[in-house]
């Protein structure tokens, strides 16, 4: 590998369902998980083996626990990792379960994105986790948090992009509906950048996001689309005008959602990613903006 670029290693319907990451971002994952003398590591998502095999040189095969979710995945894995003499413990299930048998680790590392930081991570670790952290409007964060086994307390050290852990995907579109028609003076385009997104994502959960841009020659109107799999908005921009025509249906009216997290994101100075953080504990997640004591404010 000499790039520092994902390798995709199989897809499904077009979707990448494997993959290597980024060399750079595999080295400032291992970097902000600080692994030391005599850890044991858990990894969620073996992929190719390559992460488990630096952490195996590092730590001891021994010490190496990593899940993979699709059998083949991980018997190729665990093939090639025993070809270049390294045995970890290759599991193949369910990453979102942790893997009991081997705990307490002192070091997780996540290479699937998640919304929600399944609680058995945080019984089994008590140290480190380095997790790529996402919402439905923008995949990614990656979030560093100290586990003491019930808690964990942590915030966002980069941003990333990761393949979804599954049963973690955002929701599917569902057909185009109409809905009820309103007006609204925010311009839809204020959601295009990814720290916008990725606040207004944390305050309206499930919410997943999507542009359209239109076909005139300048390529400027577009629509922004919005659903949670049931209900559904759509907010249509043209350049010339100043009020956009909204479309809301289903139970949540979703651009009314994002357009008040929105004006929260935008009273609070814009935070970007490093602003935000996250406890975990066995009642829920709960993010936060600059300290744990300031939660975002979601909305339902
Ligand atoms: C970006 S790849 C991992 C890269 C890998 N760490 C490496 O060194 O090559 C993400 C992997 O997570 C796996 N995955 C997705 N959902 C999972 C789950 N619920 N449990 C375990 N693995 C999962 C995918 O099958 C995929 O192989």
Redesign the pocket.
Known sequence: MNSDV?LVLAKEDGRP?????MPRM?AMMLRELGVEDGDTLL??????????ALASHRLGSDAVTT????PH?ADRAAERLKQIGFTPHVVC????EGWVTSAPYQRLIA??AVQHVPYPWVAQTNGVMVIPWGNGMCNGALLRLNSDGHTAIGGVVEESS??????QAPADWPEETTGEESATDTDPRVLTPNEARFAVGLCVPGCRYRVDWGDDAAGADCTLRLTDGESSASVRYMPEDSVFPVYQSGPRSLWDEAEAAYRWWNGAAQPGFDQFGLTVDRNGQRAWLRSPGNPVPVRT
């Open positions: 994902a369902t494997t993959s290597a990451s595999v990894e969620i998502g073996t992929g190719t083996g390559w992460n488990a899940i993979e979710v699709t995945f299930g369910d990453g979102a290479t699937c990761f393949m979804w852990m599954s049963g």
